[in-house]
């Protein structure tokens, strides 16, 4: 008679490493799946559950610079102006203190001062943004406008 092993029933060894096995796989689905809803869905997810969503980054918007020919009440003020310098423009009213109109306009040109002008001031070109330039076009015609260096 041949020599064979004993035979062993019932002791289910290579059931057990199959339900282990399969647990593994379904744990790993299932970090595989939770794993992609946050790459994708996170934001949602955290709304559901009442969380603020994140804020988004949008790009900045484009300021279009724009030349707002200016007239000064001080000529001899102007004549220290040079292209590039920052300067404030303050609107000097009478019925109420002076407000600040621009704040670190540069200065683009300074014209040559007119000949024969008496105390109308003298012009220069500052290079703003369209809604500096447009209030200080209506404060140029109502009121009369200084300089501060910056």
């Given at each position: 008679?041949p020599?064979?092993?004993?035979?062993?029933?019932?002791?289910?060894?290579?059931?057990?490493?199959?339900?282990?096995?399969?647990r593994?796989?379904?744990?790993?689905?299932?970090l595989?799946?939770?794993a992609?809803?946050l790459?994708?869905?996170?934001?949602?997810?955290?709304?559901?559950?009442?969380?603020?969503?994140?804020?988004?980054?949008?790009?900045?918007?484009?300021?279009?610079?724009v030349?707002?020919?200016?007239?000064?009440?001080d000529?001899?003020?102007?004549?220290?102006?040079?292209?590039?310098?920052?300067?404030?423009?303050?609107?000097?009213?009478?019925?109420?203190?002076?407000r600040?109109?621009?704040?670190?306009?540069r200065?683009a040109?300074?014209?040559?001062p007119e000949?024969?002008?008496?105390?109308?001031?003298?012009?220069?070109?500052?290079?703003?943004?369209?809604?500096?330039?447009?209030?200080l076009?209506?404060?140029?015609?109502?009121?009369?406008?200084?300089?501060?260096?910056?």
């Open positions: 008679m020599q064979f092993p004993p035979l062993r029933v019932g002791r289910g060894g290579g059931r057990l490493r199959r339900a282990v096995r399969r593994r796989r379904a744990v790993s689905a299932g595989a799946v939770v992609a809803a790459a994708v869905g996170g934001t949602e997810a955290q709304a559901s559950r009442g969380a603020a969503p994140p804020e988004v980054q949008r790009p900045a918007a484009v300021v279009r610079t030349s707002a020919p200016v007239r000064i009440a000529a001899g003020t102007v004549r220290l102006l040079r292209p590039g310098d920052r300067v404030d423009v303050v609107a000097a009213e009478r019925a109420g203190p002076p600040v109109v621009a704040s670190g306009a200065v040109e300074v014209p040559a000949q024969g002008a008496g105390d109308g001031g003298a012009l220069v070109v500052l290079s703003v943004d369209r809604d500096t330039a447009r209030d076009v209506g404060a140029g015609a109502v009121t009369r406008l200084a300089v501060t260096l910056c």
